[in-house]
């Protein structure tokens, strides 16, 4: 299993940005895909989460409204669209398989003006 996530940087209060995350070494459209966030002397959080077909999406209330989570299974990438960004959503931000907990190396998100 590997999955890349790309797409961080930074960005000032109240803009957006689209991460992406592409996955290997696994059958993509079989599984329920993540996206997690660690922001600086915090634990892990789980942001969201879609299931194989895209259809059933969860969101943890601190995003909802502002994050979107999607998939192209034909390019085995998931996404995540982050809008009305906040200096509190600042973090490493992972894409992760939820079935045997497997992460990639996380893209760094800097809100910030």
């Known amino acids: 299993v590997q999955l890349v996530e790309s797409g961080g940087g930074l960005v000032q209060p109240g803009g957006s940005l689209r991460l992406s995350c592409e996955a290997s070494?696994?059958?993509?459209?079989?599984?329920?895909m993540a996206w997690s966030r660690q922001a600086p002397g915090k634990g892990r959080e789980l942001v969201a989460s879609?299931?194989?077909?895209?259809?059933?999406?969860t969101y943890d209330d601190s995003v909802k409204d502002r994050f979107t989570i999607s998939r192209d299974n034909a390019k085995n990438t998931v996404y995540l669209h982050m809008n009305n960004l906040k200096p509190e959503d600042t973090a490493v931000y992972y894409c992760?398989?939820?079935?045997?907990?497997?992460w990639g190396q996380g893209t760094q998100v800097t809100v910030s003006s």
């Open positions: 879609i299931g194989p077909a895209g259809a059933h999406t």
């Open positions: 992760g398989r939820r079935l045997g907990n497997y």
């Open positions: 070494g696994f059958i993509f459209s079989s599984f329920y």
